[in-house]
């Protein structure tokens, strides 16, 4: 329900998506906001401490990389933790991470990867190839350390570490995405005494041990999360001491401490709103930068919830079962009128899965599949499955009371508020009643399956397997009352099978194949409807950050990366020069035709990165 992602992420709100704000550099987060209105107070100057604040529009569901799937969260793990591989910044191919190498057998079942020996944890012991066959035995063995990134493991027959520096998977069968395993590694000697991982969420003692770039320092829920500069991180340290996180329910206060200088960065929820971009531009020391995004936004329809046990359960409206309506519904939705009048032209019209960006697997419906805006079509599609209008022009249900779809939708979210309201003169046209359902926290109703459309929005990663098994019968819940992976409960044969496929293909160009076939079924299937790609729109003060790395380099975005890319790069403007780490991408601001131009000032040394699913929008 939720990436990258990272990774996963919950329906897009869910997935903290707003970064909002990064605060001045020489403050901690010590700033007022509705739930915390008495803040400590901002350190003096001379303390010395480069602080960056980034603020977020919603809350940390778990600081535990074994349970996230928020964006914020997921996010936060890629500066807690290394992963085996990552994404190089400039062009999203696979790069080192953790493993400076990998290999597979001529019969691709068994992968061996090369553990770099300079890496350490925080609290000075050795990274070896055990912290990572740990991580990956207990998410095979432990269905509670399973809950975030158990997709990842399913194909695992075998995993172990022959040496300090030796890492060896076995496989069920080949897997394509043995360079893209976005999964936190975490330290075996810490983590070996915890009891439950399904309970236990990593918010209690500090700092938290890690070896990514940042160290986990603080945490208050939904106030703040701080961490520290890792000095002995392998890639060099980071140039701002501290990195803050902080709360901000409000994106409008977020936007305006960003117009006095009390943040430095400001990203919404997800974006920047089109009123609050324009209003930035030509701010003094403000810049706005408007990129294609890497996220979809959706409306997603209950396709009845049921568990794998075969269990049904929630109360989604028994019409939407009937592909004919799902269809009629968003032949109903204007997808240019949500461009034009709700982004402004700051998103991209919705068709297929994953968005524009990723051109390996960006599909598009045929004229003949295409289900194009025909509110006439649509009331013949309703005739045709039976609900008909009765004397007041209401369209009712089999039992014979007129139809009103629950709508949930982010309250932090003007865009799910605003495309809501076209809905209820869209479809109300169609004698459709439409009740917006509008909460801070949409996760327990999507849960319990307590809706009968939802607001759905992700991140996809470089990779797309991740988004792509939350719609796998797999990913459901064993039980009602546990929690799956799915996002929205979709369970088709046809869909599945076309994952396997896809999952054991190695050639880039027939997996690309199977994965746009996936994708058409999931169009035809009419439980998700993309109506945008939105773009990334962010602002920043340019005399708070000199410099900052975009992901990819051209027209790339800051906020919501694959990767830890941008916050690990920032250079403080009142440095004296450039980022000196070994490995830096840092990029020159600088304004050209009123448009933000990121140009990278560096390559990174002899490496290659890969990132985060995170999405989870």
Same mark, same amino acid.
Not at 12 to 40: E, F, M, S, Y
Not at 178 to 193: G, S
Not at 290 to 301: E, I, K, M, Q, S
Not at 537 to 551: G, H, L, N, P, Y
């Given at each position: 329900?939720?990436?990258?992602?990272?990774?996963?992420?919950?329906?897009?709100?869910?997935?903290?998506?707003?970064?909002?704000?990064?605060?001045?550099?020489?403050?901690?987060?010590?700033?007022?906001?509705?739930?915390?209105?008495? &803040? %400590?107070?901002?350190? @003096? =100057?001379? /303390?010395?401490?480069? +602080?960056?604040?980034?603020?977020?529009?919603?809350?940390? *569901?778990?600081?535990?990389?074994?349970?996230?799937?928020?964006?914020?969260?997921?996010?936060?793990?890629?500066?807690?933790?290394?992963?085996?591989?990552?994404?190089?910044?400039?062009?999203?191919?696979?790069?080192?991470?953790?493993?400076?190498?990998?290999?597979?057998?001529?019969?691709?079942?068994?992968?061996?990867?090369?553990?770099?020996?300079?890496?350490?944890?925080?609290?000075?012991?050795?990274?070896?190839?055990?912290?990572?066959?740990?991580?990956?035995?207990?998410?095979?063995?432990?269905?509670?350390?399973?809950?975030?990134?158990?997709?990842?493991?399913?194909?695992?027959?075998?995993?172990?570490?022959?040496?300090?520096?030796?890492?060896?998977?076995?496989?069920?069968? &080949? %897997?394509?995405?043995? @360079? =893209?395993? /976005?999964?936190?590694? +975490?330290?075996?000697?810490?983590?070996?005494?915890?009891? *439950?991982?399904?309970?236990?969420?990593?918010?209690?003692?500090?700092?938290?041990?890690?070896?990514?770039?940042?160290?986990?320092?603080?945490?208050?829920?939904?106030?703040?999360?701080?961490?520290?500069?890792?000095?002995?991180?392998?890639?060099?340290?980071?140039?701002?001491?501290?990195?803050?996180?902080?709360?901000?329910?409000?994106?409008?206060?977020?936007?305006?401490?960003?117009?006095?200088?009390?943040?430095?960065?400001?990203?919404?929820?997800?974006?920047?709103?089109?009123?609050?971009?324009?209003?930035?531009?030509?701010?003094?020391?403000?810049?706005?930068?408007?990129?294609?995004?890497?996220?979809?936004?959706?409306?997603?329809?209950?396709?009845?919830?049921?568990?794998?046990?075969?269990?049904?359960?929630?109360?989604?409206?028994?019409?939407?079962?009937?592909?004919?309506?799902?269809?009629?519904?968003?032949?109903?939705?204007?997808?240019?009128?949500?461009?034009?009048?709700?982004?402004?032209?700051?998103?991209?019209?919705?068709?297929?899965?994953?968005?524009?960006?990723?051109?390996?697997?960006?599909?598009?419906?045929?004229?003949?599949?295409?289900?194009?805006?025909?509110?006439?079509?649509?009331?013949?599609?309703?005739?045709?499955?039976?609900?008909?209008?009765?004397?007041?022009?209401?369209?009712?249900?089999?039992?014979?009371?007129?139809?009103?779809?629950?709508?949930?939708?982010?309250?932090?979210?003007?865009?799910?508020?605003?495309?809501?309201?076209?809905?209820?003169?869209?479809?109300?046209?169609?004698?459709?009643?439409?009740?917006?359902?509008?909460?801070?926290?949409?996760?327990?109703?999507?849960?319990?399956?307590?809706?009968?459309?939802?607001?759905?929005?992700?991140?996809?990663?470089?990779?797309?397997?991740?988004?792509?098994?939350?719609?796998?019968?797999?990913?459901?819940?064993?039980?009602?009352?546990?929690?799956?992976?799915?996002?929205?409960?979709?369970?088709?044969?046809?869909?599945?099978?076309?994952?396997?496929?896809?999952?054991?293909?190695?050639?880039?160009?027939?997996?690309?194949?199977?994965?746009?076939?996936?994708?058409?079924?999931?169009?035809?299937?009419?439980?998700?409807?993309?109506?945008?790609?939105?773009?990334?729109?962010?602002?920043?003060?340019?005399?708070?950050?000199?410099?900052?790395?975009?992901?990819?380099?051209?027209?790339?975005?800051?906020?919501?990366?694959?990767?830890?890319?941008?916050?690990?790069?920032?250079?403080?403007?009142?440095?004296?020069?450039?980022?000196?780490?070994?490995?830096?991408?840092?990029?020159?601001?600088?304004?050209?035709?009123?448009?933000?131009?990121?140009?990278?000032?560096?390559?990174?040394?002899?490496?290659?990165?890969?990132?985060?699913?995170?999405?989870?929008?």
């Amino acid at each position: 329900m939720g990436t990258n992602d990272q990774k996963r992420s919950l329906p897009h709100g869910l997935r903290l998506v707003a970064l909002a704000g990064a605060a001045a550099l020489t403050l901690t987060a010590g700033l007022a906001t509705p739930l915390d209105p008495a &803040p %400590q107070q901002a350190r @003096a =100057a001379d /303390d010395g401490k480069k +602080v960056l604040t980034v603020a977020v529009a919603q809350s940390v *569901d778990s600081l535990s990389p074994f349970l996230a799937v928020r964006l914020l969260s997921t996010s936060i793990h890629r500066l807690m933790y290394e992963y085996l591989t990552n994404y190089d910044p400039k062009d999203n191919h696979a790069i080192a991470g953790l493993a400076t190498k990998w290999e597979p057998s001529p019969d691709k079942l068994t992968w061996t990867y090369t553990i770099r020996s300079n890496s350490t944890w925080s609290d000075g012991e050795q990274t070896t190839a055990e912290d990572a066959a740990w991580t990956f035995n207990k998410m095979m063995t432990d269905t509670g350390a399973a809950t975030a990134n158990g997709s990842y493991v399913g194909n695992f027959r075998k995993v172990t570490a022959p040496s300090p520096t030796e890492l060896v998977i076995e496989l069920k069968k &080949p %897997q394509a995405t043995m @360079a =893209a395993l /976005d999964v936190p590694i +975490v330290p075996k000697h810490v983590w070996e005494k915890v009891s *439950d991982f399904s309970e236990f969420n990593n918010d209690k003692t500090f700092p938290v041990v890690g070896n990514g770039p940042f160290v986990l320092s603080g945490y208050k829920a939904d106030s703040y999360v701080r961490l520290k500069a890792n000095k002995s991180f392998w890639r060099g340290s980071p140039k701002f001491d501290e990195l803050v996180f902080r709360y901000y329910k409000d994106q409008d206060a977020a936007v305006s401490a960003l117009r006095k200088g009390e943040v430095s960065f400001v990203a919404g929820s997800p974006s920047l709103t089109p009123a609050q971009a324009e209003s930035l531009k030509g701010a003094e020391d403000i810049q706005v930068n408007d990129a294609p995004g890497r996220r979809f936004y959706a409306l997603a329809t209950n396709p009845g919830a049921k568990a794998k046990n075969g269990k049904k359960f929630g109360d989604g409206h028994p019409s939407l079962l009937d592909q004919r309506v799902r269809n009629a519904l968003f032949r109903a939705v204007d997808r240019e009128a949500i461009i034009d009048k709700v982004f402004r032209g700051h998103a991209v019209e919705g068709e297929g899965y994953i968005p524009p960006r990723f051109q390996d697997y960006f599909w598009k419906p045929s004229a003949s599949q295409k289900l194009a805006y025909d509110p006439a079509e649509a009331a013949r599609l309703l005739d045709q499955a039976g609900y008909k209008k009765n004397g007041d022009g209401k369209r009712v249900g089999k039992d014979g009371k007129p139809i009103t779809y629950r709508v949930l939708c982010h309250a932090t979210d003007p865009n799910d508020k605003a495309v809501g309201k076209y809905l209820q003169e869209w479809w109300g046209e169609l004698g459709i009643g439409v009740r917006l359902n509008c909460l801070d926290n949409v996760t327990d109703p999507w849960l319990a399956g307590k809706y009968d459309l939802a607001f759905d929005g992700w991140s996809v990663n470089p990779d797309p397997d991740f988004v792509l098994s939350i719609h796998t019968c797999g990913a459901l819940p064993a039980t009602p009352e546990e929690t799956g992976a799915t996002d929205n409960f979709i369970c088709d044969k046809r869909y599945d099978e076309l994952y396997a496929r896809q999952l054991t293909e190695y050639d880039p160009a027939k997996r690309a194949d199977i994965v746009k076939q996936m994708e058409s079924r999931l169009y035809d299937l009419g439980y998700m409807n993309v109506m945008a790609y939105p773009n990334a729109v962010e602002a920043f003060r340019t005399d708070q950050i000199k410099s900052i790395t975009t992901m990819p380099a051209k027209a790339g975005n800051i906020y919501g990366q694959d990767g830890y890319w941008s916050w690990w790069s920032a250079v403080p403007a009142d440095s004296g020069g450039s980022s000196d780490n070994a490995s830096s991408t840092g990029v020159v601001v600088g304004a050209v035709a009123g448009v933000l131009v990121l140009a990278g000032l560096g390559a990174f040394a002899a490496m290659r990165r890969r990132a985060t699913a995170e999405e989870r929008e």
